[in-house]
């Protein structure tokens, strides 16, 4: 009974985590799904060169920027995914937050290069206004997803990941970019970001394969640990009693036959010489 209470807990600890892994997944995905769909657009409007097209390219930034915020706020029940320990609240401010510091760097900037440099400190440098401003998560890891007292995966990524911040980066630069004080510099902030999420997809198929071999490990653990609640289960028809349905069966065709000694029992009671004169 001990063994059998152990893998239900156990198996209840991972349908949670894979809960939570399958959140985190899905999240992972659609970033990539964003990242693709912008870049593959995002060179198309920089050859393209005409007003129009640049001020398309950074409403386009700013919307996959809305999207990737969105999904590293996603939540499990009540837990955000992407918050380390601090789960009650989404890891990230609203991109508004972002866009509001990084153009002010542009616009404070005298050329392209320095303000390439202030977003770049402004976004990764310990202590910078992305962690002070805009990443609301923790700063430890998040828990470890437990099934076992043997058995564990990674903790969840944060927002505030290198990977992360590099998209986020990447698109604010193109976003902003009408902000700088020339053309040449726009197209210096466009081409900077784009280069940024050239890179970044490559990290986020990689995260997404880590998910993807981590939620495989855990179907297989519960295929596991459900083989070992069957052989249990049979054990314990062993040590304590018949097979249930054998048990009904039998128990169903001794009730048949009570009822029909009883019948015959009751048709003996009324026997009487009147009865058989009749």
Same mark, same amino acid.
């Given at each position: 009974?001990?063994a059998?209470?152990?893998?239900?807990r156990?198996?209840?600890?991972?349908?949670?985590?894979?809960?939570?892994?399958?959140?985190?997944?899905?999240s992972?995905?659609?970033?990539r799904?964003t990242?693709?769909?912008f870049?593959?657009?995002a060179r198309?409007?920089?050859?393209?060169?005409?007003?129009?097209d640049?001020?398309?390219?950074?409403?386009?930034?700013?919307d996959?920027?809305s999207q990737?915020?969105?999904?590293l706020?996603?939540?499990?029940g009540?837990?955000?995914l992407?918050?380390?320990t601090q789960?009650?609240?989404?890891?990230?401010?609203?991109p508004?937050d972002?866009?509001a510091g990084?153009?002010?760097?542009i616009a404070? #900037?005298?050329d392209?290069a +320095?303000?390439?440099? /202030?977003?770049? =400190?402004? *976004?990764?440098?310990?202590? @910078?206004g992305?962690? %002070?401003?805009?990443?609301?998560?923790?700063?430890?890891?998040?828990?470890?997803?437990h099934?076992s007292?043997?058995?564990?995966f990674?903790?969840l990524p944060k927002g505030?990941d290198?990977?992360?911040?590099k998209?986020?980066q990447g698109l604010?630069?193109?976003? #902003?970019?009408?902000?700088a +004080?020339?053309?040449? /510099?726009?197209? =210096?902030? *466009?081409e900077?970001?784009? @280069?940024l999420?050239? %890179?970044a997809?490559?990290?986020?198929?990689?995260m997404?394969s880590r998910?993807?071999?981590?939620?495989?490990?855990l179907?297989r653990t519960?295929?596991v640990?459900?083989?070992?609640a069957?052989?249990?289960?049979?054990?314990q028809d062993?040590l304590?009693?018949r097979?249930v349905f054998?048990?009904?069966?039998?128990?169903?065709?001794?009730?048949g036959?009570?009822?029909?000694s009883?019948?015959?029992?009751?048709?003996?009671?009324?026997?009487?010489?009147a009865?058989?004169?009749?």
């Amino acid at each position: 009974e001990k063994a059998s209470a152990d893998i239900t807990r156990q198996r209840g600890m991972g349908d949670l985590a894979s809960a939570r892994l399958n959140g985190a997944a899905g999240s992972v995905s659609v970033i990539r799904e964003t990242l693709l769909g912008f870049n593959g657009t995002a060179r198309n409007s920089l050859a393209q060169g005409q007003e129009n097209d640049l001020d398309l390219l950074t409403l386009n930034a700013s919307d996959a920027m809305s999207q990737v915020t969105a999904a590293l706020g996603r939540r499990q029940g009540t837990r955000h995914l992407f918050s380390g320990t601090q789960t009650v609240g989404v890891p990230l401010s609203p991109p508004a937050d972002i866009a509001a510091g990084v153009n002010a760097l542009i616009a404070g #900037s005298p050329d392209a290069a +320095t303000a390439i440099a /202030d977003i770049d =400190a402004y *976004i990764n440098a310990p202590g @910078g206004g992305f962690e %002070t401003d805009i990443y609301q998560g923790s700063v430890e890891d998040g828990p470890r997803l437990h099934v076992s007292d043997t058995k564990s995966f990674d903790p969840l990524p944060k927002g505030d990941d290198p990977l992360f911040r590099k998209i986020l980066q990447g698109l604010s630069l193109v976003a #902003s970019s009408g902000n700088a +004080t020339t053309r040449d /510099d726009q197209i =210096a902030l *466009i081409e900077e970001g784009l @280069g940024l999420l050239d %890179t970044a997809v490559e990290g986020v198929l990689a995260m997404e394969s880590r998910l993807g071999s981590a939620q495989q490990s855990l179907e297989r653990t519960d295929s596991v640990l459900q083989t070992e609640a069957s052989l249990i289960a049979a054990a314990q028809d062993k040590l304590l009693g018949r097979d249930v349905f054998d048990a009904a069966a039998e128990l169903q065709s001794l009730e048949g036959q009570l009822e029909a000694s009883y019948t015959v029992t009751g048709r003996l009671g009324s026997l009487s010489l009147a009865n058989f004169l009749r």
